[in-house]
Nanobody, 119 residues
Framework: QVQLVESGGGLVQAGGSLRLSCAASVRTFNNFVLGWFRQAPGKEREFLASITWNGGSTSYSDSVKGRFTISRDNAKNTVFQQMNSLKPEDTAVYYC????????????WGQGTQVTVSS
């Protein structure tokens, strides 16, 4: 079983930055592909970014490419998302997720952390 706990959300002004963290409690953390998603009120959950087990490959949605950066520290079982140039439309609950390989679905989810960007 994989448990994921996000932190780092909060209120920030437009143009500001936040860094989200997600700590995983799993012995085989190094094997998992990790990702970040978000869900705004009244909208479907949206993929943002993913990173392979060694950080060698990352993927981003067009909505955050160039502004958000995903990274991981396998020694600390933690994945990060640095978010810069935040916009009011980035306001959402942000979730980290894990999947055993690039061929499987994201089937482990954190509880989410709220990010609010004021204009």
């Amino acid at each position: 079983q994989v448990q994921l706990v996000e932190s780092g959300g909060g209120l920030v002004q437009a143009g500001g930055s936040l860094r989200l963290s997600c700590a995983a409690s799993v012995r085989t953390f190094n094997n998992f592909v990790l990702g970040w998603f978000r869900q705004a009120p009244g909208k479907e959950r949206e993929f943002l970014a993913s990173i392979t087990w060694n950080g060698g490959s990352t993927s981003y949605s067009d909505s955050v490419k160039g502004r958000f950066t995903i990274s991981r520290d396998n020694a600390k079982n933690t994945v990060f998302q640095q978010m810069n140039s935040l916009k009011p439309e980035d306001t959402a609950v942000y979730y980290c997720a894990a999947r055993p390989s690039i061929y499987s679905a994201f089937n482990f989810w954190g509880q989410g952390t709220q990010v609010t960007v004021s204009s």
